[in-house]
C-alpha cells in the first residue's frame, strides 16, 4: 500500500513556540490533504483540509492564524502550530487524499506535547 | 502494532436492503471509532464504543463492540442511495486513547 510519513512522530516544546510538522506521500501525489487532531479517548477532528496550491479551508473553531497549513506540493504538506501552547497538546494526523481515487490514507500521526 | 481488518472490501446493495461491515482488531480495542467518507471529503464521525458488549444506533446505522473488545460490526437498515461511501473503523491501541490507526475502508454503493 501507499506510504506516508509524518515527522516528527513526537515532540515536546515549551509553551510559546512553534512547532511544524511535516506530511510526506511517498509513492503517489496528494492533490487533498486533510489534517486531524485527536484528544486522549476522544475521536479525531478534522481540523483544515487543503488543496495542493491553495489555500486551506478550515473547519469552524479552528484558527487559521495559529495552525498553518502549507500544501506547496502533491507530495508535501505542512502543518505549523504557532504560538503553542499546552491546549494545542494533541495527537496529529495528516491525511492524503489520492486524486483519482477513492481511497484514503493516513499518516503515522505525530504526538505533540507542550509543556 | 495494532491493525485492523475490515470486510467486506466493497459492497454493493439495493436500496432497501440490511448490510454489515466487520472491522476485527489484532489486539484488544480500548477505543473503536467508526467514520464515513464521502469521495475527496473529511472523515465524518460516526459512533464511538468502547466498552465491551456496547451497541449504539444513530438514525438507521447500529455498531455493536464485542464482548472481547476485538470486533465490531456496523448494521444499516434499509439502506438508502444516502449512506454510500467508504466506511472506516478506526481504533486506538492504548487506555490513554492515542495511536490512532484505520482499517482501510469498505466501499458502499446502494443502489436505486
Known amino acids: 500500500g501507499a506510504v506516508v510519513s509524518q515527522h516528527p512522530s513526537w515532540v515536546i516544546c515549551k509553551s510559546g513556540t512553534s512547532v511544524k510538522i511535516e506530511c510526506r506521500s511517498l509513492?503517489?501525489?496528494?492533490?487533498?490533504m486533510f489534517w486531524y487532531r485527536q484528544f486522549p479517548k476522544q475521536s479525531l477532528m478534522l481540523m483544515a483540509t487543503?488543496?495542493?496550491?491553495?489555500?486551506?479551508?478550515?473547519e469552524q473553531g479552528v484558527e487559521k492564524d495559529k495552525f498553518l497549513i502549507n500544501h506547496a506540493s502533491l507530495t508535501l504538506s505542512t502543518l505549523t502550530v504557532t504560538s503553542a501552547h499546552p491546549e494545542d497538546s494533541s495527537f496529529y494526523i495528516c491525511?492524503?487524499?489520492?486524486?483519482?481515487?477513492?481511497?484514503?490514507?493516513f499518516g503515522p500521526g505525530t504526538r505533540l506535547t507542550v509543556l | 502494532s495494532q491493525e485492523l481488518e475490515q470486510s467486506p472490501q466493497s459492497l454493493i446493495v439495493q436500496e432497501g436492503k440490511n448490510l454489515t461491515i466487520n472491522c476485527t482488531s489484532s489486539?484488544?480495542?480500548?477505543?473503536l471509532y467508526w467514520y464515513k467518507q464521502k469521495y475527496g471529503e473529511g472523515l465524518i464521525f460516526l459512533m464511538m464504543?468502547?466498552?465491551?458488549?456496547e451497541e449504539k444506533s444513530h438514525e438507521k446505522i447500529t455498531a455493536k463492540l464485542d464482548e472481547k473488545k476485538q470486533q465490531s460490526s456496523l448494521h444499516i437498515t434499509a439502506s438508502q442511495p444516502s449512506h454510500a461511501g467508504i466506511y472506516l473503523c478506526?481504533?486506538?491501541?492504548?487506555?490513554?486513547?492515542?495511536?490512532?490507526?484505520f482499517g482501510p475502508g469498505t466501499r458502499l454503493s446502494v443502489l436505486p
Open positions: 491525511a492524503p487524499w489520492r486524486g483519482g481515487t477513492d481511497t484514503q490514507y
Open positions: 509513492d503517489f501525489q496528494a492533490t487533498t
Open positions: 487543503s488543496n495542493e496550491g491553495s489555500k486551506a479551508t478550515y
Open positions: 489486539k484488544t480495542l480500548y477505543g
Open positions: 464504543l468502547q466498552k465491551g458488549g
Open positions: 478506526g481504533a486506538t491501541d492504548d487506555n490513554y486513547g492515542q495511536n490512532f490507526v
